[in-house]
């Protein structure tokens, strides 16, 4: 049986978080908590970020958090399948972790700014997900703050192979 771990998914849009989140789950048995399946849930499958008030935002975060801290107290691995775009957010991710006396580490989905816009406006044309705005996506990454110097990270990129991955996840 694995140990509980929280496993804080980091990157900008389109890199390939939520895809690698999946492998990962299907292969490894890892839990996902992906906050945009939460806010989907909760106000629906059409819902654009915008609509939310702040007030919608804190329910949403609140059971975000509730499932990633619920999963890691029975003993599972968990991954947060979000942006984390800043070291801010990606702190109070770990604080969740914290107070169930679990350790976390950050996954780092790192692609080339340009791989990520090429997907995103694939995106537009096929529509396989949920698509976000222009200026969300360059908010996103503008915001961006890479983890390179935060203690407990493992980097993936896009010639890295699902394989060395898990490799890597398997001897930290």
């Known amino acids: 049986m694995n140990k509980p771990i929280l496993y804080i998914l980091c990157g900008i849009p389109f890199s390939g978080k939520s895809t690698l989140a999946q492998k990962l789950a299907k292969q490894l048995g890892f839990v996902r908590v992906d906050l945009d399946e939460v806010k989907f849930e909760m106000f629906g499958d059409d819902i654009q970020e915008e609509e939310i008030d702040q007030a919608g935002w804190n329910k949403v975060y ?3 958090y509730k499932r990633i801290r619920d999963n890691l107290q029975e003993g599972k691995v968990v991954l947060h399948d979000t942006g984390n775009f800043t ?36 995106n537009k044309r096929t ?35 699902l394989d060395d991955l898990i490799r890597k996840i398997k001897s930290t």
Do not use: C, Q
């Open 87 to 122: 070291k801010y957010e990606r702190d109070l991710v770990r604080k969740e972790a914290e107070k169930v006396g679990v350790v976390s580490k950050v996954l780092f989905v790192k692609v080339p700014v340009e791989t990520a816009r090429e997907r995103w406006v694939e």
């Open 127 to 161: 529509k396989k997900r949920f698509d976000i705005s222009k200026e969300a996506f360059e908010e996103a990454v503008d915001e961006m703050e890479e983890p390179s110097v935060e203690k407990n990270v493992i980097g993936y990129n896009n010639n890295d192979s």
């Open 62 to 64: 609140h059971e975000m």
